[in-house]
């Protein structure tokens, strides 16, 4: 098994540690700007790190393509001419669906797609990292995957851009709290609580995301006045400390739009 690795920032060099320290297939390394960490990770591999594509795909039986989202296709496409027929590739970008699903057609008669989206943040699980993989053969073809011990889901009955629709819509709720986030415990810090905080949040802790989202949603329409009004005073202690939030204003904008429609 060869497998190339296009892309070797992050998410790319932590797959390609894996790999190696696992002892499992040969590696082609394709990178136009490798960081020192990927060039030391070569250099006691004795692998070479090629700027871009080339003869070095040839012979490759995978390609896992770990670029960022909104080049991915573009760099599938200029790697689809050294790719060879029958070639593997796992997709594992934040592309939108759409642009996977057009990087799909590449491979049309060519070779396997794989839709793979990253289900967590790599600098926190690495490897282990958990995934979703959509599109034929998706089981088989992150099978080295799985080997390095990262859990692959794959989603039954989905073709290319169905894992991508997932990840984005779970990105609305992690990226929206993690940018609320950093205005809650920048507050924190200036109101001195900082270590108090996760005292008042210890009931999500214990109940679970999912189930505090769904009860949240669910009771919003009933709910959405009272809570505006406590966004309201929220945002106002934010504006005391001298840290006023556009988020938690768009926040209230949303309980407002909810009270005008019910």
């Known amino acids: 098994m060869r497998i190339a690795i296009v892309g070797c920032g992050e998410v790319g060099t932590t797959y390609a540690r894996a790999l190696l320290e696992a002892g499992g297939p040969d590696l082609v390394l394709v990178d136009p700007a490798p960081r020192a960490v990927l060039a030391d990770l070569a250099a006691e591999h004795h692998l070479s790190v090629h700027a871009g594509p080339g003869p070095w795909l040839h012979d490759v039986d995978a390609a896992w393509l770990c670029v960022a989202g909104d080049i991915a296709h573009e760099v599938l496409a200029d790697a689809c001419r050294s790719l060879p027929e029958g070639v593997q590739v796992l997709d594992l970008t934040t592309a939108s669906p759409d642009d996977k699903r057009r990087s799909a057609a590449l491979l049309a008669g060519a070779g396997t797609y794989v839709d793979v989206v990253i289900m967590g943040a790599i600098a926190m699980g690495g490897a282990a990292t958990p995934l979703l993989a959509a599109g034929p053969d998706a089981a088989a073809a992150t099978a080295e995957l799985a080997a390095i011990g990262a859990p692959v889901q794959v989603l039954p009955e989905a073709g290319p851009g169905d894992a991508a629709a997932l990840k984005l819509l779970r990105s609305i709720l992690t990226k929206g709290i993690e940018a609320l986030g950093v205005d809650c415990l920048a507050a924190a810090e200036a109101l001195g ?30 709910h959405a006045e009272r809570r505006r009004h406590e966004v309201h005073r929220a945002g106002q202690q934010l504006a005391a400390l001298g840290q006023p939030s556009a988020l938690v204003d768009a926040v209230e904008a949303r309980f407002a739009a909810t009270v005008a429609t019910t």
């Open 193 to 222: 609580v900082r270590e108090q905080l996760p005292v008042v949040l210890a009931d999500i802790d214990s109940g679970g995301l999912t189930p505090f989202v769904e009860a949240v949603v669910g009771t919003h329409p009933l």
